[in-house]
């Protein structure tokens, strides 16, 4: 077990040094799947209180606008599961709207492997309106670790977007890491941080306040194995970062 935690102080390293996902889910990623014949039916809220007040590349702007996405996912073995979103946005002067949908398979190491920590791979594709985002039909590539210490707990997702409509399709790969750490405070409660950043393309970074970089204060609730609940505040440091974000997150198995 030891031996394990100078690789996650590496990854924690490296990715501060690395695009917050879109506001529309914003999630660090377990490495678990869902149960085989089980769904998961997620409700992702999030509220951008301080955020982008003009167009830009065609998109609306997000500031005072309230995000609301349908996750539904499937397990279908116990390593394989898929995921379907129904993305939306809630706001005045015409940014009321379905803006798209994603499917997302996923992979997982069996357990019976006996991994040290847990990996599993989600590839997410689909498409959006224009209007609210300008990259229109993007892929996301997303490999999982994570790793549970007594209470301690750290996931690391070095997430790779790309785009093939839109503005950033000749860009190539964008790095976009999503960390997680949090500390069981009791049995139900845990707190944590969760950070999201990007630095453009590979090899042709942004300068810093193009970057995105974006830390949440969250909690996480396991009052019952069939509920989940997740929570949190989230400011951006650079200026193309929104400055502030409630998100919540809460879903349930069936």
Known sequence: MLKSIPFFTLLLLFSIAIK?????EIQVYGSETVEKSRTMLELHSNFTADGFKDSENGELPD??????TIEITHGWTSWFETGFYIFNSIGSEGRTAYVGSHI???????????????????????????????????????PIVDKKWDKLYVAVNPTIDKS????????????SPNVKGSYDVSKVVALGLEYYGSTGPFFHYDSFQQQQHQLFVATDLTYSADWEFNGGIGYGFTKATDKAIFKIIIGRRF
């Open 20 to 24: 917050a996902q879109d506001n529309y």
């Open 63 to 68: 500031n005072h606008v309230f995000h609301e």
């Open 104 to 142: 997302r398979p996923r992979v997982a190491a069996p357990a019976e492997w006996k991994w040290p920590v847990g990996v599993s791979i989600s590839t997410e594709f689909g498409f959006q309106k224009k209007a609210f985002s300008a990259n229109t039909c993007t892929l996301e590539i997303r």
């Open 164 to 175: 093939f409509a839109g503005p950033d399709k000749d860009a190539g790969f964008i790095f």
